[in-house]
Each structure stands twice: as C-alpha cells, then as structure tokens.
C-alpha cells in the first residue's frame, strides 16, 4: 500500500478499486467455482419461501454460486455499507443479476433507510441477504438491523454457509475466506429462525448468535 501511495491519491486508489476489483473477484470465483467439487445441502423452507440470507462478512465471496441453486430467476437484494468497500461488494454481486440496498445493519450507523426499504422488500416477496458483522466488525458480531427486519417482516432468518476444505485465509478483520481450486466445497442455507415480532433486542440477539454457532459447526 505504501507503494501506491507514492504515485496514487487515496482516492484514485479507491476509483481503480472500484473498476476493476468486482471483474477480478468474479472471474476468480468462477474458476475457482468450475474446478471444485461443489455440494449443496440447502432448506426447503428456502426453495419455496422468502427468507433472509444471514452469512458473515469473510464468507460472501461465493454465496452467489449457492443462491443460483434455489432461485432460476434471482430475486435477492444485499445490505452493502455506503462506503467503497460496498461499492465494490454491490458491482460483484451485480454480475449475478443481485441487487443491492446500500446502507447499514446497524440503526446506530445510519441504516433507517436500508431497514425501511428491507422490510418493504420482504413483505413483497424478495429474499434479503445480510451479513450482520460488516462493514467493519467486530468479527462475527451482529448488528440490530437483521433482528429488526425479522421481527417486523415475519419472514425468517436462514443462516447461509459455505466451507471449503482447502482455502486461503486473509488477514482481514473478517478474516476474509478464498477456497482453493481443486476443493471440495459445501454449501449450505439452514432451516429458518423466526424471531417473534415482540422479542426483546438482546434475546433476539442471543437467539441469532446460539442459531449461527450451530451452523458453524457443520
């Protein structure tokens, strides 16, 4: 990065980010996606229902190869941060025909807008993704914006996975994960989680992180 900002502002090194870093993760997953052995373990509530997508941050690069496994037509919108880094998140998914509502998971960081619009779009059918740790942690922690848009829609949570065998680590905040080729990968999207429209933030909370650690454990 030092090297960069020799010759580079901040903000030209943001605009190339932006213009090339979704194509380059696209063809990348793609290949990566073509070479492995890729097993699907996916909710029936998810193949017939709505739901919202719950998955975290370091795990997304892929989740587009498992949504294209329940949807012919995909009808999903993702929760991109505001900043760059949602920028760049909203352009890859965009190659898979996924829109995105930019904002936040977190009311306390400006995300009234994004529930708002969330909320509207479950209650018409579409599926919503989220990852309730971005855009910038802590890791594996959640945000109040996914309880709020199940409490309110009825719709439920899913929680969505995928696990590589084999795979690169960054040294991210959310430890960001890149499956190698030529690995055995499973996907997966959990029976749902309905949080009653009435539950007490924190319980909800508790509800959500016990649902998520025992997806971990597959």
Known sequence: MALFDKYLTRQQQQAIKIKYMPSAMFYISKAIYLSCKNEFHISEYAKKNNFIACLWHGNFLMMPYLYNQIKEIPNM???????????VVELYF??????SIRGST???RGGTKALIKSIGELK???DIAVTPDGPKGPYKSI????LLMAMKSGVGICGCKVKPTRY?????WDKFCIPKPFSKIDYYINDPLFL???TEIEKAKNMLKNYMEKL???
Not at 94 to 99: G, H, P, V
Not at 143 to 146: F, H, T
């Open 196 to 198: 009653p429209k009435n």
């Open 143 to 146: 945000a109040n914006g996914i």
């Open 124 to 126: 018409n059918g579409r």
């Open 106 to 108: 977190g009311i306390e």
């Open 216 to 218: 971990e454990e597959l």
């Open 94 to 99: 965009k190659k898979f025909k996924l829109e």
């Open 77 to 87: 919108s993702l929760i991109t941060s505001g900043h760059n880094d949602g920028a």
């Open 168 to 172: 690169w680590e960054l040294k991210t």
